[in-house]
């Protein structure tokens, strides 16, 4: 969210306002479209200095709104993920080409050889053949739990991921499309909890909140580490 945004608002003002300050584009009521690729520096120092922030998040320019490069950042997008992050109620956001890139990139980013990973099933089909296709390619074992409300099928599965390896990611797709399969998003929170107090390690909860998007269901509310949502839907 930027400054002038306020998170009390209705989720109706949010959709509309939040992520954009008319007065960083002349008073424009709506957002001019950003139509460059590259940008300018005032010197090659602060070029430097952009770049570190971007690719280390160091140096002078760390935390600062600027760019490098249109397909790393532009105005533009910095408008829709701050936009989103107030929609969800989440710290930030990151928009992705397409839902498998934001699912691949879950994955890649929190799962190692040797981890497990616990989603429920029914679950999009592309989610399904990375989980269960792709990742064990990688030495990721996969574990799925078909009644989403009933806490003695959950713990089997996770029980099962945890006697094979370290426990990194839950996924979960509530209500499951286009099969409407309902996952109890808080007892899936409170299981990771548990695991966590446990063992040590908590896995992440992520969310495909694709169905009902966040003006219906808010999951990070509901103590869900990640949540995503397909926009073209």
Known sequence: MTTH????????TLAVRAGYDPAS??????PPITMTSTFAY????????????????TGPEAGKPNHIYARLGHPNLDMVE??????DGAEAAAV????????????????????SVVFS??????????????????????FAFTD??????????????????????IVIETPANPTAAMVDIALIVEIADAIGMRTGTRPLV???NTLLGPLMQRPIALGVDLCMTSLTK
């Not at 770049?51 to 280390?56: I, L, M, N, Q, V």
């Not at 701050?82 to 929609?87: D, E, G, I, S």
């Not at 592309?126 to 074992?141: A, D, E, I, R, S």
Request: one cysteine or more; a neutral charge; hydrophobic letters at 40%.
């Open 5 to 12: 945004d306020d998170p009390t608002w209705h989720p109706e």
């Open 25 to 30: 584009a002349g008073n424009s009521a709506k």
């Open 42 to 57: 005032k010197s090659a120092r602060q070029a430097k200095d952009i770049h570190e922030a971007y690719f280390s998040g």
């Open 82 to 87: 701050a936009r989103l992050a107030a929609l």
């Open 96 to 115: 992705f080409n397409s839902g498998m890139a934001t699912h691949s990139a879950i994955a890649l980013a929190h799962l190692r050889p040797g981890d």
């Open 121 to 142: 099933r029914p679950i999009y089909g592309g989610t399904n053949g990375l989980l269960t296709q792709f990742m064990p390619n990688f030495g990721v074992k996969p």
């Open 148 to 169: 989403g409300c009933d806490r003695a099928d959950i713990e089997r599965s996770v029980e099962l991921a945890l006697a094979a390896g370290p426990l990194k990611l």
């Open 206 to 208: 992520v969310v495909d």
